[in-house]
């Protein structure tokens, strides 16, 4: 009901606001002043409590004055109590007033606090609620070791106003500085230079001396150990966990160096990656020097480890050339897609390029089906409505299409070029997708006149769908799969003789992803008896399979489908499954009884999303 009412709610808002004009540098989603008071650092100081399941503590904010008559700084907040704030006039801290603005659904609260003409520092004494959307925390049984609670944040795309009350907004960039007190037996990490082997005193700190924004802060606690990997790269996970993801993720530092040479060097220092527990609702996190990192693509091949290439290629594209908006993320997850499949093919070779080409073009397509028109554009009006709602492949794969289609007609090496040159003239800056436009026309297509036009740019930018005559992704190794699955269906060949013998985890997700959408018991039978499908480990594979089992009611898989829905809470594998199940009454009711013992489990995110499919 609350549900309804708020989507009710934000369609009214939606409506109301479209009727104005759209102004493309304005973030809709921020109710802060930067233009007025730009926040430019921030020390943090939090106790982490596990039993109140808060943080509490304060931050401090340095600032700049852009408008001399300002009189308040404004925060974003979302369900944060906020205690007391002060002022430092003359290196003495005095209090100073404060009140919360109107509550809005898709934004939060605004924290408006008065601004003495001579202050140089506000701060502001805060505690967070057990709801923040930005947080999650899990009981011990919830992690590998089983001994220890873990927390960690989640602040994209506007969730960072959840746990700390700030100018949550990708336009403002703020060096930070923290204290996490927490726990003894207990290690804290963030999105900052980290101190890899520093003894449990239960007081950490932090310094992030690159300026970010505030999307890309983040913190985590638990039991956590780090493994170098090489000079510049390492692993922090759960002890039981560090090994396998070291050996998963040995080349990272070959990745990473291989990116530097391409597209201009690392401005981080550190690349390290954190592994999560499986409630995670995303693959990756960019958090800047710290991915967080899913750990379901740990899957003993290295099978899906083009994630790790994604969240290190957002070190250059998102974290140094940041979207200004959140109708502009397709700059960063465009870019970031297109970079990934270049890192991909150097490490990996042309075949796994393509292949992973084509399944991402698959993807895509899938999407679209089902999309409205107004989100199959690459820059989005979000106004009114909750960024997280417009999450699709969209961004992604048609941003990185139309970037492959740019390399295609200038030629690689002249793209490369253009690429390098942009990542280096937005370094630490945000920008809109019209910036980029101006870009483009002034540093490409003035430049190659004959081969790219502004026109058909604009098109894949602002048109629905995918603009005809664009590059489709192919690949050998596919087409391989595509003969035996054909002879497989028309009954010429029997599962057994399917030749599988040197299929990569990709060629069995091409088999399985392009299976017609119905097939008999007999047909899905055989396949699990010769392939041993329903207990496959690699969580794509098992997740296509599960997908197929459903849509054909095959019940040897409801066991599996039961542990991977209460287990994994990564929103991209499990919405498709919860989707599928509700499309049929048995399927509605199993969805129903697993959802109650799974919610618990799941990140507040992923609650908000299967909330939305299985209405328990
Ligand atoms: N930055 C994104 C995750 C994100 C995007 C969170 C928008 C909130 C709002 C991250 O880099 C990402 O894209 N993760 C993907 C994996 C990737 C390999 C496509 C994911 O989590 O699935
Ligand atoms: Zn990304």
């Known amino acids: 009901m609350i549900r309804l009412l708020s989507a009710g709610l934000l369609g009214l808002f939606a409506l109301m606001a479209t009727a104005a004009p759209l102004d493309p540098a304005q973030d809709y989603h921020s109710v802060s002043n930067p233009h007025q008071v730009r926040t430019t650092h921030l020390d943090l100081d939090l106790t982490v409590d596990f039993t109140k399941r808060e943080l509490a503590g304060h931050v401090i904010f340095d600032f700049e004055r852009l408008d001399t008559n300002a009189r308040e700084l404004v925060l974003d907040t979302r369900d944060i109590t906020v205690i007391a704030t002060s002022a430092r006039i003359d290196g003495k801290w005095q209090k100073t007033g404060f009140k919360l603005g109107k509550l809005d659904p898709a934004m939060g609260q605004p924290l408006r606090i008065a601004l003495p003409p001579a202050a140089d520092k506000i701060k502001v004494q805060y505690r967070t609620s057990p709801q923040a959307s930005g947080l999650q925390w899990l009981t011990p049984v919830q992690t590998a070791g089983k001994k220890h609670p873990f927390l960690f944040t989640q602040a994209q795309a506007i969730h960072a106003r959840s746990f700390i009350p700030l100018q949550d907004t990708p336009q403002v960039r703020t060096t930070y500085t923290a204290t996490l007190r927490t726990p003894k037996a207990l290690r804290a990490v963030m999105s900052a230079e980290n101190t890899p082997n520093a003894p449990k005193t239960g007081v950490y700190t932090f310094k992030m001396p690159q300026a970010i924004p505030s999307y890309l802060i983040a913190l985590a606690v638990g039991d956590l150990e780090f493994k170098a990997m090489g000079e510049r790269t390492g692993v922090y996970a759960e002890p039981s966990m560090v090994e396998s993801a070291v050996a998963e993720f040995e080349d990272t530092e070959a990745m990473l160096i291989a990116t530097e040479k391409a597209y201009g060097p690392y401005s981080w220092g550190r690349y390290d990656l954190l592994i999560l527990p499986p409630s995670f609702p995303f693959g990756g996190m960019e958090n800047p020097r710290l991915s967080f990192i899913t750990p379901t693509v740990i899957a003993g091949d290295k099978s899906l480890v083009s994630l790790i290439a994604h969240e290190l290629a957002h070190s250059w594209s998102g974290n140094t050339v940041t979207n200004a908006t959140w109708r502009d993320l397709w700059l960063n997850e465009g870019h970031t897609t297109y970079l990934t499949y270049r890192i991909m093919e150097i490490i990996y070779g042309t075949d796994r390029f393509n292949m992973e080409s084509v399944l991402g073009y698959q993807d895509l397509v899938a999407d679209l089906k089902d999309l409205p028109k107004p989100y199959q554009q690459l820059a989005i009006d979000l106004r009114g409505k909750d960024p997280d709602d417009a999450f699709s492949d969209v961004p992604y794969e048609k941003g990185a299409l139309l970037l492959k289609e740019l390399e295609d007609k200038v030629g690689r090496e002249a793209f490369d070029a253009y690429l390098k040159q942009y990542i280096a003239d937005f370094e630490f800056k945000s920008l ?67 030749d599988v013998k040197d299929w990569t985890v990709h060629q069995w997700l091409y088999f399985l992803n392009n299976l017609p959408l119905e097939l008999s018991l007999d047909q899905m039978r055989a396949l699990d008896d010769q392939f041993n499908l329903t207990a496959s480990r690699n969580n794509e594979i098992a997740h296509s399979w599960l997908l197929i089992a459903i849509r054909n009611g095959y019940e040897p898989a409801y066991q599996r489908l039961e542990d991977y829905l209460v287990h994994i809470g990564r929103r991209k594998l499990i919405t498709p499954l919860y989707k599928a199940l509700m499309h049929t009454d048995s399927g509605a009711a199993f969805a ?21 499919i299985v209405q328990p």
């Open 432 to 498: 809109t997708t019209e910036q980029w436009l101006a870009y483009v026309d002034k540093h490409l297509v003035s430049k190659y006149p004959k081969q790219v036009s502004m026109a058909r740019i604009k098109q894949w930018v602002y048109e629905a769908g995918i603009p005809e005559g664009a590059p489709m992704p192919q690949s050998d190794a596919f087409t391989k799969v595509d003969n035996q699955r054909d002879q497989w269906l028309a009954g010429e060949l029997p599962a057994a003789k399917i």
């Open 592 to 612: 129903k009884r697993i959802y109650k013992v799974a919610r618990p489990g799941y990140h507040p995110l992923a609650q908000g999303t299967m909330d939305a």
